[in-house]
Nanobody, 113 residues
């Protein structure tokens, strides 16, 4: 399984970013997917997930600001992040939900104050 995240970058607080993750090596449309993040010195945590049917769930800290979506035709999962805060700075990864043991390289999101 390959999980190729992209779209991260440096943004000011209050700004927006959309990160994408291209997935290969599995039947994407039948898998629930999640976005996870890991900040320096902290454990990796689940940010949002989406079922194969499109039902979404969010961590309380990002509800109302982040939106997860998927395009089964492109085998891609997205995370739209609005009203970003410095505490959202982390490396963001996608994986299945529950997560497989193998992780991609992720994409770095840095929010400046």
């Amino acid at each position: 399984v390959q999980l190729q995240a992209s779209g991260g970058g440096l943004v000011q607080a209050g700004g927006s970013l959309r990160v994408s993750c291209a997935v290969s090596g599995l039947i994407f449309r039948t898998n629930a997917m999640g976005w996870y993040r890991q900040a320096p010195g902290k454990q990796r945590e689940l940010v949002a997930d989406i079922t194969s049917g499109g039902t979404t769930n969010y961590a309380n800290s990002v509800k109302g600001r982040f939106t997860i979506s998927r395009d089964n035709a492109k085998n891609t999962v997205y995370l739209q992040m609005n009203s970003l805060k410095p505490e959202n700075t982390a490396r963001y990864y996608c994986n299945t939900r529950p997560a497989r043991s193998s992780w991609g390289q992720g994409t770095q999101v840095t929010v400046s104050s």
